[in-house]
């Protein structure tokens, strides 16, 4: 009965692309989502200046799923939700 030779050279080769495809992955998703946080604040604040509040209550609301935390951003929100008129 014949054994089977594992090639390691193609294995390692193999792991080690997925692993630096992996880590490429987190680091583009990590640069999107701050990027995308930055951009929904500075449209949020735009759109709060100019008491457009749904639009300012959406970009706000993107910042915010990013930056929890941020109390003045969360005021603002706030008073972006209060201002809205139901539908």
Do not use: C, H
Not at 32 to 51: C, D, M, P, S, V
Not at 56 to 79: E, I, N, R, S
């Amino acid at each position: 009965m014949a054994r089977l030779k594992v090639n390691w050279t193609l294995l390692i080769v193999l792991v080690l692309s997925l692993v630096v495809l992996g880590l490429t992955v987190l680091g583009l998703r990590g640069w999107n989502r701050n990027y995308r946080a930055k951009i929904g604040k500075e449209k949020g604040l735009a759109a709060f200046e100019q008491k457009q509040w749904p639009e300012a209550a959406q970009y706000l609301g993107q910042y915010l799923g990013v930056y929890p935390t941020d109390t003045d951003m969360l005021l603002k929100y706030a008073q972006a939700q209060m201002n809205t008129k139901p539908v």
